[in-house]
């Protein structure tokens, strides 16, 4: 089970930091990326954080804004998001990859995801 928390109402230019916490499973065994929609668009990969070297992946429209960390004792994964924009607006879902696949843009290929939490940035 994946259980994100953390999204407010923020001002542009705020910051958030989302959390996803696991339970059934140890994250650091998966790759767990951070997906987000918007009313009326497709979800969109945002950020996510590879099981073996940890490199970090990041969607250029937040790249220099996000950044994805993991606490392996507490099995949680964060999204800490600065200078937030509108657009950055939108239900934030973390997800856990299938069993062996790195990060990928692709939705397909997690096999567990939160509930989602909202974000809503404006002024």
């Known amino acids: 089970q994946l259980v994100e928390s953390g999204g407010a109402l923020v001002q542009p230019g705020g910051s958030l930091r989302l959390s996803c916490a696991a339970s059934?499973?140890?994250?650091?065994?998966?790759?767990i990326a951070w997906f987000r929609q918007a009313p009326g668009k497709e979800r969109e990969g945002v950020s996510c954080?590879?099981?073996?070297?940890?490199?970090?992946i990041h969607a250029d429209s937040v790249k220099g804004r996000f950044t994805i960390s993991q606490d392996i004792p507490k099995n949680t994964v964060y999204l800490q998001m600065n200078n937030l924009k509108p657009d950055d607006t939108g239900v934030y879902y973390c997800?856990?990859?299938?069993?062996?696949?790195?990060?990928?843009?692709?939705?397909?290929?997690?096999?567990?995801w939160g509930q989602g939490t909202q974000v809503t940035v404006s002024a």
């Open positions: 997800a856990r990859a299938d069993s062996g696949y790195p990060c990928t843009d692709s939705s397909t290929q997690y096999d567990y």
């Open positions: 059934g499973f140890a994250l650091e065994y998966y790759a």
């Open positions: 954080i590879n099981k073996m070297n940890k490199r970090t």
